[in-house]
C-alpha cells in the first residue's frame, strides 16, 4: 500500500508537470504563429508600411512624432493657420519653392504644403546634405541662425534651413528638399497614417 501511494504521488506529479510543460509549449507555439502576421524586422526595414496613430497630434499645433520606416525617421507634425499662412511667403527665400524634384516629392505632395491634408506634414528627417537630422523649429520668431525665421527646421552642423514645408532655403549647403515618404490617411480611421504607401496604391 506504501508503494502504491507513492506511485500515485509520483503520478500526479509527473502528470501536472506535463500539463505546465505543454500549457507553455502551446503559448509559445501560438505566439510564434501569431507573430508571423506580423511584419519582420528584416521586412520593416526593406520598406513595409508603418502604420501610425496621429490623434495625440490634435494636443496642440507644433507637435511632433517620429517614426522609423526603412531605417529613416520619418517627421508626422501639425501646424496651424499661422504656419501655413506664412509658407506662400518664403517663396523668393528658397531654393526649389515649386517642389520641382521629383525624387524629394511624389506627384500627390505636390502642393504649396507638401502634404496631403495642409495641417499634417509627413518628412524624411533627414537632412539632403550630409545626412544629419535638423532640429525642429516650429516657432514664427527670429532665431540667432535666421532673424526673419517663420518656423521649419533648422541642421546646425551646417547651417541648412528648410521650411515648415521641408523646403530647402537659397544659399545653404543642403542641395534639395527635404523627402516626402509614400504615405496616406487610413480611410476607416483619419487618426491612422500608413507610411510606405502611397495613395494611389492604396486605392
Known amino acids: 500500500m506504501a508503494n502504491e501511494g507513492v506511485n500515485n504521488g509520483r503520478r500526479r506529479f509527473l502528470t501536472a508537470t506535463t500539463a505546465v510543460v505543454g500549457a507553455a509549449g502551446a503559448a509559445a507555439g501560438g505566439y510564434a504563429f501569431l507573430s508571423t502576421w506580423k511584419p519582420s524586422a528584416r521586412a520593416q526595414g526593406a520598406g513595409a508600411p508603418v502604420e501610425v496613430d496621429i490623434s495625440k497630434l490634435d494636443l496642440e499645433p507644433g507637435a511632433r512624432m517620429i517614426v ?3 531605417g529613416k525617421p520619418v517627421w508626422i507634425f501639425k501646424r496651424n493657420g499661422e504656419q501655413l499662412s506664412a509658407l ?17 516629392t511624389p506627384a500627390f505632395a505636390k502642393n504649396e504644403t507638401r502634404a496631403i491634408k495642409p495641417e499634417i506634414g509627413v518628412l524624411v528627417g533627414i537632412c539632403t546634405h550630409l545626412g544629419c537630422s535638423p532640429l525642429f523649429v516650429p516657432e514664427l520668431q527670429p532665431q540667432a541662425f535666421d532673424s526673419e525665421w517663420k518656423g521649419g527646421f533648422y541642421c546646425p ?8 514645408a521641408g523646403r530647402v532655403f537659397s544659399g545653404v549647403p543642403a542641395p534639395s528638399n527635404l523627402e516626402v515618404p509614400p504615405y496616406h490617411f487610413d480611410k476607416a480611421n483619419a487618426n491612422r497614417v500608413v507610411v510606405g504607401i502611397a495613395p494611389e496604391e492604396a486605392a
Do not use: E, G
Open 68 to 70: 522609423q520606416w526603412r
Open 88 to 104: 506662400p511667403t518664403l517663396d523668393d527665400r528658397l531654393a526649389d519653392p515649386k517642389s520641382d524634384n521629383v525624387d524629394q
Open 157 to 164: 552642423c551646417h547651417n541648412s534651413r528648410f521650411d515648415l
